[in-house]
């Protein structure tokens, strides 16, 4: 999608989750780090963004943008330019950041309409997305698709470092059942009702693979 | 490097920015930091920096700087040189692009005699004083300004994303009607459907979703 979208002169911006790194993803983190992808892509810096930063260096040692000014700037310069944020894993973010986050992104989105958001996560904040996102946006579920895991498979083998160990028989017998094996797992999980998790059943193998 | 000699800093899209230098594109000029002082290229150091970062440390007997005020009339010229209070390291990132451009003596002439730039590789270098300068860089605080907004890095995660992704995987998620949907209104000014929310359990490769058309 960036690659689409950059090539059509717009501007791409992306933010990854991380349950490791949650403290220091901070509201006003990770919005200003999306308006910095926003500024970069820009010829100049807009004034209003140079005078804030000039203001700052009047406070003693100086201080960081507050998450209101950001969320100004960002509406400002989402409204220069054909703007995408994408967010990786919001389920990995603090509650309470959370919260700020998405009232965040839905006044962004009010100034700036034409401003579009990709978001992942698990289902568990489904709702709240759509609650504090006021509705704008739909919610695809994704899936493991045959010829994805097929692909990625491909890739393993072809990186596979104990090459002694691997032989055709083997190798065809690993293309052949765990594609088929995962799908029917994800037919099982997500069958409404069906008993046990909706997580998917997973082995050590398919772990390696979908897991990095 | 040899000392009377005369070299400048440019960067990126050297003509365009040594044309806003010397006022040729008044317009783009304004708003910019321009720095100038003695030294030499011994005085620039890598260390402590990101690569393509530079930190110059300008003494208090140096020659710095003018500021380029937005809407000023005037040509952004180096005139107003004023002395650092005090010694006063800049850290400046060159884009790919920088290179060091040897000056000659014999063109030392007055920066205000823009006709004078007949090849934009031997602009001239003077005060209004009449004085040499060493060196100019040219800079801007669009570095700081960036690492001032967020000190965060998505980039390295970003890198690992795109070192562990196939091409053409969860290419299925582009060909739906809600991407194709939430992707065409955004050339638009309607916010709906302005957000798409993809979600599943862990594991099943949101994050690697991609799709090289």
Redo the contacts between chains.
Sequence with gaps: ?G???GGQG?TVT???F?FAAQA??SP???L??L??QV??GLE??P?E??QA?KD?KQVID?R??RLAD?VKMLQDTASMK?T?ICI??LDECVARYRVEILDS?NKI??VS???????????H??AE??KR?SG??????????RH?II??LH?RLDQDIRSEAMDDSLKADILKKIPQDVSEMWVK?TTPGEAGS???L?NIY??SC??? | MFAGDIFCCVGKNTVHRILRLLGLVREFAVGWYVWFWQGYASDTEKRGCEPGCYKTTVGENDWAAMRCPRGSTNTPLFFSSQRLPQPTTFITRFPPSFRTVKMSHQNINSFNNTNSLNNTNSFNVSDSYNRVLNNCTVVDDRPQILAWLSLLEPRLRHKDILDGRIDNVGKWVLETEEFKSWYAGSGGSGSDNAVLFCYGDPGVGKTFIRYRG
């Design positions: 999608m690659d689409r979208a717009a992306c933010f990854y991380d220091g993803q006003a983190g990770m200003g780090t308006l910095r500024v970069g100049e810096v004034k963004i140079v930063y700052q100086g960081g943008p950001i054909r995408f990786d894993a992104l989105q009010q309409p034409g401003t579009r958001m990709f978001i992942t996560g698990r289902p904040v489904e997305v759509g996102l704008r946006g739909m919610a695809l579920r994704i899936t493991p698709r994805d692909s990625y890739r999980s909706s997580r998917p997973t398919l772990d979908w897991y990095r």
